[in-house]
């Protein structure tokens, strides 16, 4: 049996674009089923209805993980990117602690939203920090949905400061830690292409 070909980094960048299709699709369905059992089923039935196949089936990867595998390589803490996972994790944990205390009801939706992007973000730049050696062009498209996504959070960031001018100092906070995570995961992109 001959084995896929492995996806260029525009290849990767348009499978992980209709993945956040799949997903966005999901969380605009979860309202409406959020308090019957079983939701997560009904919601990706539904999806599925439109979209046979998944991305990854499409790309000829499996997604079989088992409970007990390490994502994570044992040098991985060594990498550029390890740091931005850091800078990030502080950053969404930060946002934690200000939704809790601070946020008014209505930008309650956006910072859950930005919560969510948060974990969207670790998981990308985990599987980028992880691939970066071995499939480079997967590690990019990666690092470029990344930069994507750290951009939309800056600008929800600057739209809740708006909102809200008795929290603007701890959102600039947020906007200039989201410029420089900005800021290194061009440079990481950089050193990739190298």
């Not at 930005?114 to 969207?120: N, Q, R, T, V």
Request: hydrophobic share 40%.
């Amino acid at each position: 049996m001959k084995t896929p070909e492995q996806p260029t980094e525009f290849g990767w960048e348009a499978i992980f674009k209709k993945d956040d299709a799949q997903i966005r699709k999901y969380m605009a369905m979860l309202p409406q089923y959020i308090d019957i059992p079983g939701e997560d089923s009904i919601i990706l039935e539904r999806i599925e209805g439109e979209e046979k196949i998944s991305s990854f089936e499409y790309a000829g990867w499996q997604t079989d993980f088992s409970e007990d595998e390490d994502l994570l390589a044992d040098e991985w803490d060594a990498g550029r990117g390890t740091g931005i996972l850091k800078k990030v994790a502080a950053r969404s944990r930060h946002l934690l602690l200000i939704q809790n205390a601070l946020i008014s009801e209505e930008d309650g939706a956006d910072a859950m939203r930005a919560i969510g992007i948060f974990a969207i973000i670790t998981g990308r730049l985990i599987s980028a920090i992880n691939a970066c050696d071995e499939s480079p062009a997967f590690a990019l498209a990666h690092c470029k949905r990344t930069h994507e996504h750290v951009n939309e959070l800056e600008s929800m960031f600057r739209k809740m400061r708006s909102a809200q001018p008795n929290i603007s100092r701890l959102l600039d906070r947020e906007i200039s830690a989201l410029s420089e995570i900005s800021e290194m995961i061009s440079e990481w992109i950089f050193e990739i292409r190298k």
